[in-house]
């Protein structure tokens, strides 16, 4: 079955550290870019991070630069998310989304939810 | 990147067409034919409905179409069902190599 797995939200203290991991199956991991997209409670959607196929270039919303590293492990098929100096606004739900070759995003997995607060 | 301007909600009964709109700046909407749509429904993550502007993955209905000029995209649903019901979002891809949601559309089907 084709499809994305996210884990590793959770409740965490602003300034802190959380790592998400996302697992693909069903398609060839490797080929595609894959991308994180947030969506705060109540809120719309907002584009995170990419990240090429073979992990050679990732790039950020201005928002998280600095902040939140986007990863992967083809040999795993797995997608990572590091987060660090989380503040209150990083809240929402993270999508692991898989690229669909035209600019668009066409597999969503369920999301984890990131609760940032003391 | 501000988001993309879309109506908070919008209204039609069953069998009629609505049609959302999706404003943006010549930074997205107006740079690229690059423009999305999603449909998310209660709880659930988004689907992709629209991509290219206009064309429709497969397993989508016809019913569901998009257009753009300049700035501006807009999503057409025609012959409304009540299963039609839910959030939509528009997206772009930037000349910055990010990408853009709407805020958001609300559909309800009366």
């Known amino acids: 079955e084709v499809q994305l797995v996210e884990s590793g939200g959770g409740l965490v203290q602003p300034g802190g550290s959380l790592r998400l991991s996302c697992a693909a199956s069903?398609?060839?991991?490797?080929?595609?870019?894959m991308h994180w997209v947030r969506q705060g409670p109540g809120k719309g959607l907002v584009w995170v991070s990419r990240?090429?196929?073979?992990?050679?270039?990732?790039n950020y919303a201005e928002s998280v630069k600095g902040r939140l590293t986007i990863s992967r492990d083809n040999a795993r098929n797995t997608l990572f998310l590091q987060m660090g100096g989380l503040r209150a606004e990083d809240t929402g739900v993270y999508y692991c989304?898989?690229?669909?070759?035209?600019?668009?995003?066409?597999?969503w997995g369920r999301g984890t939810l990131v609760t940032v607060s003391t | 990147q501000s988001a993309l301007a879309q109506p908070a909600s919008v209204s039609g009964s069953p069998g009629q067409s609505i049609a959302i709109s999706c404003t943006g700046s010549?930074?997205?909407?107006?740079?690229?034919?690059?423009v999305t749509w999603y449909r998310q429904l209660p709880d659930k993550a988004p689907t992709l409905i629209v991509y290219d502007v206009t064309q429709r993955p497969s397993g989508v209905s016809d019913r569901f179409s998009g257009s753009k000029s300049g700035n501006t995209a807009s999503l057409t649903i025609s012959g409304l069902q009540a299963e039609d019901e839910a959030d939509y979002y528009c997206s772009s891809y930037t000349t910055s190599h990010t990408w853009v949601f709407g805020r958001g559309t609300k559909l309800t089907v009366l």
């Open positions: 010549s930074s997205d909407l107006g740079a690229y034919n690059y």
């Open positions: 989304v898989r690229d669909g070759d035209h600019w668009d995003f066409d597999l």
């Open positions: 990240i090429k196929g073979d992990g050679s270039y990732t």
């Open positions: 069903g398609f060839t991991f490797s080929g595609r870019w």
